[in-house]
């Protein structure tokens, strides 16, 4: 991600942190936590509702969705805004869709990173298998 070490530092270094953890990293000597395979999910801006609590939700839908459609098929011509944080937004639905499409087809999403262009192929073809 392009800036995003610098505006976001401890969420950034956070999940640095957790991939190094997930995957091993040869600098300092670690191991893989899990050695037998794993999926990494690089969303960007998630949208959705938002739970507050006791409070009403916050639709993010609002200003994501509009965003994911101006965004998109820009992203698609220019394969840096996908990582990056100028990354079109996913909606939460998308996100669940690759996590499960990890899951159940372990062979074919066996230790990779999915950024947002990932994410959101993986989620319409687990949509198309089951529609």
């Not at 839908?61 to 992203?75: E, K, R, Y």
Request: hydrophobic letters at 40%; proline letters at 11%; glycine letters at 8%.
């Amino acid at each position: 991600m392009m800036p995003a070490p610098y505006i976001l530092r401890g969420y950034y270094d956070g999940k640095v942190s957790g991939e190094r953890s997930l995957c091993g990293d040869p600098r300092i000597g670690s191991t893989p936590a899990l050695p037998t395979s794993y999926a990494i999910l690089r969303p960007s801006f998630i949208y959705g509702w938002r739970a507050t609590g006791t409070g009403p939700q916050i639709p993010l839908g609002a200003v994501g969705w509009p965003l994911d459609i101006a965004m998109s098929p820009i992203a698609r011509y220019i394969p840096y805004m996908n990582d990056s944080v100028l990354a079109p937004p996913v909606s939460v639905d998308a996100v669940a869709g690759a996590a499960l499409a990890c899951c159940e087809d372990p062979a074919a999403h066996r230790n990779v990173t999915l950024e947002v262009a990932a994410i959101k192929s993986a989620a319409a073809s687990l949509r198309n298998q089951y529609s």
